[in-house]
């Protein structure tokens, strides 16, 4: 070994400066910074799988999204009841259809200006003077007539793949047919039908245009109730009120009308049989008479044709006791064996008997 290498072999270690500290430093740190950064990017990466998974109730059905196209086709990119998993958002998006949930939409023509806090309430807006047009609803009549008139229809999902890809909005597909409905029927019906006289047939005709509707247009629902309610003007209340009572009291006269003449049926059609009846069993009676005194008279030949003469006798006797059953005097005179007449002479007293007077005593 040289003398230098000696010299530098038994030469101290140069000191270490607070510079070359503080970088040391520095780097742990930020070797440990990287590590938990590391571990935070891996921990957030299993969470960002881990928001995938969703579960899908037992009375819904689900369909991915990807990019805004459903994933699979036709009811293949159904989802049933369970867990499944997509890519999270704003990869996926996970679409939600309530296929036995019953869904609800309510007409918005055809009825006055309200808002739902007054409905809730109970307290109706003022009427005003006359009906607003730019504000208020209303439907025309067959007869020319305007009524205030709203539906509520109550509907299910069948083919949640036609009612959640087949339209923008279905549900507004289904309101502007329910509209169309209520507005076109009214058209096809009287004001006094819609109102009172045939209010069911006019719920039954809006349900079956209603129904015709959304069938041609495929919205993939199943109607399950239409609920209708019509009222008239309410500017004209008071005037339709006068109508109803007059209709009440005409339809209470005519009420009236019909049990009495129901009644006068019924007692003519009982008096009717009655007198039927008793003219047939008196007929039956009377025939069967005639029927039994042929029968008698036709016994009664024999013995006339045997010995006329004693028939002729006996049933002049009988003849005459029924005869004189009420006179109190009775004088039979025979016929004379050689056939002339018999005659009476009686004395008959033209002035009853006087009385003989009493002798005093």
């Known amino acids: 070994m040289s003398d230098e290498h ?4 038994h030469e ?11 970088s040391q430093a520095l780097a742990e740190a930020l070797g440990s910074s990287f590590a938990i950064v590391k571990i935070v990017m891996v921990l957030m990466v299993v969470a960002f799988f881990a928001s995938g998974f969703f579960t899908v109730g037992p009375q819904e059905k689900a369909v991915i999204l ?10 293949k990119a159904l989802l049933t009841a369970g867990l499944h998993w997509s890519l999270p958002y704003p ?9 036995t949930e019953i869904q609800k939409v309510t007409s918005n023509t055809g009825w006055y200006l309200t808002t739902p806090e007054a409905e809730l309430s109970g307290e109706e807006m003022p009427a005003g003077q006359s009906l607003n047009p730019a504000v208020d609803g209303y439907a025309i009549t067959a007869d020319r007539n305007i009524i205030h008139t709203r539906a509520t229809l109550y509907y299910h999902i ?13 549900s507004n597909t289904v309101q502007n047919a329910l509209n169309n409905a209520l507005l076109f029927t009214a058209a096809k019906f009287n004001v006094d039908d819609i109102l009172t006289r045939d209010v069911a047939g006019f719920h039954d005709a809006v349900l079956q245009r209603v129904s015709e509707l959304t069938e041609q247009e495929q919205t993939g629902i199943v109607i399950d109730q239409c609920e209708v309610q019509s009222i008239p003007p309410r500017q004209l209340q008071p005037v339709f009120a006068q ?18 003449e129901n009644q006068v049926l019924n007692q003519s059609g009982a008096q009717a049989t009655s007198v039927t009846n008793a003219a047939a069993a008196e007929r039956a009676r009377y025939v069967d008479s005639i029927t039994a005194e042929a029968k008698r008279f036709g016994d009664l030949l024999p ?11 006996m049933t002049f006797v009988q003849a005459m006791s029924q005869v004189f059953t009420n006179v ?3 004088i039979y005179l025979p016929q004379r064996a050689d056939g002339k007449p018999r005659e009476l002479r009686l004395q008959l007293n033209r002035e009853p008997p006087q009385p003989k007077p009493q002798q005093s005593q």
């Open 303 to 313: 013995q006339y044709q045997v010995n006329p003469n004693l028939f002729e006798q």
């Open 91 to 99: 990869i996926d998006e996970v679409v939600r259809i309530p296929i």
């Open 66 to 75: 990807r990019f805004g196209k459903p994933v699979g086709e036709g009811s």
């Open 158 to 170: 069948d083919d949640p793949i036609r009612f959640v890809f087949g339209f923008e909005s279905a």
């Open 328 to 330: 109190q005097d009775k």
């Open 6 to 9: 000696k010299h530098h072999a």
């Open 243 to 260: 109508v109803t009572t007059a209709r009440e009291n005409r339809n209470k006269l005519l009420n009236e009308a019909h049990t009495y």
């Open 12 to 22: 101290p270690a140069a000191p270490v400066t607070a510079e070359d500290a503080g």
